[in-house]
């Protein structure tokens, strides 16, 4: 069963900060993986879906690198700002026989300090 | 519509009272996922549904919880004789197909069992 983990749980950090997010899953068997973000009270908004295939996906500010053998994820954001304030969530897809399942971690959630 | 969308957006019930909770995903999607968010946990995977049919149907925690899909659209979530443990957000998600694309989801809904 797909296990996922984010490091660290909570992050906070003064505005124009450049800022990693870590995410580990233990089952490398897998089609692709997406970050969302979750501002409080709301649904998952998608920010990158990075393929198997890929190792980097960019979008504005936000870089997002695959290592799939090591079962590593990491989102880089530029330039922080008071509204990327956000929980922070990594999913990736299983490719095993089912339902290509999004596997959720806790997130991490971002202060960022104006 | 623009994007998914859940119906109610919030729902109060009493304990032992059935609920229905509606998804309407994007237009042409075939996928179409229900997952559960409680309070401080991350989101739990519920239900998986290819056009009308659920071939995983996993996650779903009681035979309380049922199902359906109609017209490979509208999905609704129903929840038999509801217990407290049952408060939660409730998320829908669709993508356009199942291994490579992007999930897109709704806003969901809060079921709170009092």
Redesign the interface.
């Known amino acids: 069963k797909q296990e996922v983990t984010q490091i660290p749980a909570a992050l906070s950090v003064p505005e124009g900060e450049n800022l990693v997010l870590n995410c580990s899953f233990t089952d490398s068997a897998i089609y692709n993986l997406q970050w969302f973000r979750q501002d409080p009270g709301k649904g998952l908004t998608s920010l990158l879906l990075i393929q198997s295939s890929q190792r980097e996906q960019t979008s504005g500010r936000l870089n997002a690198s695959l290592d799939k053998s090591s079962g590593r994820s990491t989102l880089y954001i530029a330039a922080s700002q008071p509204g990327d304030s956000a929980t922070y969530l990594c999913a990736p897809r299983d490719s095993g026989a089912g339902s290509y399942q999004l596997t959720f971690g806790k997130g991490t959630k971002l202060s960022v300090i104006p | 519509g623009a994007g998914?969308s859940?119906s109610p957006s919030n729902k109060v019930t009493e304990k032992g009272k059935d609920v229905e909770l509606r998804c309407d995903p994007i237009s042409g999607h075939t996928?179409l996922?229900w997952?559960r968010q409680s309070l401080g946990?991350?989101?739990e995977?519920l239900i998986?549904f290819q056009g009308n049919s659920a071939?995983?149907k996993?996650?779903l925690p009681s035979d309380r919880f049922s199902a359906e899909r109609t017209g490979g659209s509208v999905s609704t979530l129903t929840i038999q004789r509801t217990q407290q443990e049952d408060s939660a957000v409730y998320?829908c998600?669709s993508s356009f197909r199942?291994?490579?694309?992007?999930?897109?989801?709704?806003?969901?809904t809060?079921l709170t069992v009092v």
Do not use: H, I, K
């Open positions: 998914v859940q996928a996922y997952y946990q991350g989101l995977f998986y071939p995983d996993s996650g998320l998600a199942d291994m490579n694309t992007e999930a897109f989801f709704g806003q969901g809060r």
